[in-house]
């Protein structure tokens, strides 16, 4: 059973930053992985993805030149760091998984099959 988890979450000025971990466990596969959040009022949105065995990565308009997303293969790992946090950028932050032999970084959350339980992320103005 695929598990992932993330952590790193927390409260930070606005302006801020904070780095987001991912660790899987319960079998590897290389496939692309991506960090989707929920807002307050709002639908789960996708923030940033990462191909596993290449240099793709692709972010959201409203976090690109903020926010990148990175791999530690070694430590079946991702993380995503935020800097320039912004009040609306609280929310519970989910890691997701595609599934095995999927490693294009789509946008689309129908395409992730494994998802974590999320991590809190607070932006105070």
């Known amino acids: 059973q695929v598990q992932l988890d993330e952590s790193g979450g927390g409260l930070v000025q606005a302006g801020g930053s904070l780095k987001l971990s991912c660790a899987a466990s319960?079998?590897?596969?290389?496939?692309?992985r991506g960090w989707f959040r929920q807002t307050p009022g709002k639908a789960r949105e996708f923030v940033a993805a990462?191909?596993?065995?290449?240099?793709?990565?692709v972010e959201a308009d409203s976090v690109k030149g903020r926010f990148t997303v990175a791999r530690n293969n070694a430590l079946d790992t991702i993380y995503l760091n935020m800097a320039s946090q912004k009040p609306e950028d609280t929310g519970v932050y989910y890691c997701?998984?595609?599934?095995?032999?999927?490693?294009?970084?789509?946008?689309?959350?129908?395409?992730?099959?494994?998802w974590g339980q999320g991590t809190q992320v607070t932006v105070s103005s």
């Open positions: 997701a998984s595609r599934s095995r032999g999927s490693d294009y970084p789509t946008t689309n959350q129908d395409d992730y099959v494994y």
């Open positions: 319960g079998g590897f596969f290389s496939s692309a």
């Open positions: 990462i191909s596993w065995r290449s240099d793709s990565t």
